[in-house]
């Protein structure tokens, strides 16, 4: 069974879709990133997945159950971590967490959970007193407090330093290696491309791409951009594959000590995607 199954999900709003009937499938085990600009509609079918908004139309299967449907059962098996959580700013991290924990029937310890989100040394404090991005980081501990199955992140890593990003990467990692479900809602294409087995785009409430980060829309196919400079002249040729020009320019005597060969980020790849739906 998958972890996400999605058929023609249509989500309206006054006459206009939001969601304009998507199909779309996570597998078990698999980190899934959910990527487009403002307004696509990533938000609105992850709520819907979550059993949080109704959907106007399709069919949606969540852990094998229809999230409009489900009981508590079923939610005791997801964790969420949202955009913008409201968090009981006069408890401590270990109460905030141990209060959450008490909610779910195989719960991690409150203790294992503050060492995997790197606030072991805020443990005893309020978390009123905690910078954003801490706050942030209680966010994920109590999205994962619960040992879900499938754990929904919606922009985790918003307001988190460098140094709390990669530790973040390193415990998505970590969860998904214990077969965690992972569907990941980001702005950072870096994120994606660190974290995704497989991606989506959104725009204007359809999926417009779908793949690996190396394939998606084409990117593994596209050219690669060899530069070099021939006697302080810079030149640039585009190729799909370099080894004759590289091999040319070995037998010529070139000065390849400048030699660089890019090919397109997923950033590139995903601006041409979404520009292309402007
Ligand atoms: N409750 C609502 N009522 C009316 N329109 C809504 C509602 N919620 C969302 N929309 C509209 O649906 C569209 C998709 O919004 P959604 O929040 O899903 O986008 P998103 O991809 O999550 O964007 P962001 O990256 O900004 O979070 C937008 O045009 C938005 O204005």
């Given at each position: 069974m998958e972890a996400i199954e999605v058929t023609g999900l249509r989500k309206t709003y006054g006459g206009r879709d939001a969601v304009a009937g998507i199909d779309l499938v996570v597998a078990r085990g698999e980190i899934f990133a959910l990527l487009g600009p403002n307004g696509a509609g990533k938000t609105t079918t992850v709520e819907i997945l979550e059993g949080h908004r109704r959907r106007s139309a399709g069919d949606v299967r969540v852990l094998g159950e229809d999230p409009g449907r489900a009981g508590s059962a079923w939610r005791a098996r997801i964790g969420i971590v949202l955009q913008d959580a409201d968090d009981?700013?006069?408890?401590t991290v270990h109460e905030m967490v141990r209060h959450i924990a008490g909610f779910y029937p195989d719960p991690r310890t409150s203790d294992e959970v503050i060492e995997l989100v790197g606030l072991g040394a805020k443990?005893?404090?309020?978390?009123?007193?905690?910078s954003g991005g801490q706050r942030r980081r209680v966010d994920v501990a109590l999205g994962i407090v619960g040992r879900p199955e499938l754990l929904f992140l919606d922009?985790?890593?918003?307001?988190?330093d460098p140094e709390a990003r990669r530790r973040f990467w390193d415990l998505i990692r970590t969860l998904a290696g214990d077969g965690t479900t992972i569907l990941l809602t980001t702005h950072y294409l870096d994120e994606a491309e660190a974290l995704a087995d497989r991606l989506a785009v959104m725009a204007g409430g359809g999926i417009v791409a779908e793949g690996t980060p190396a394939t998606l829309g084409g990117r593994g196919a596209g050219q690669a951009r060899v530069s070099w400079m021939d006697g302080g002249t810079a030149r640039t040729e585009q190729v799909s594959d370099p080894s004759d020009l590289i091999r040319g320019l070995v037998a010529s005597g070139?000065?390849?000590?400048t030699l660089t060969i890019t090919r397109p980020t997923l950033e590139d790849t995903y601006l041409n995607l979404i520009g292309a739906q402007r």
């Open positions: 009981a700013a006069d408890l443990r005893n404090a309020k978390i009123r007193t905690l922009e985790p890593t918003t307001g988190f070139a000065d390849l000590s």
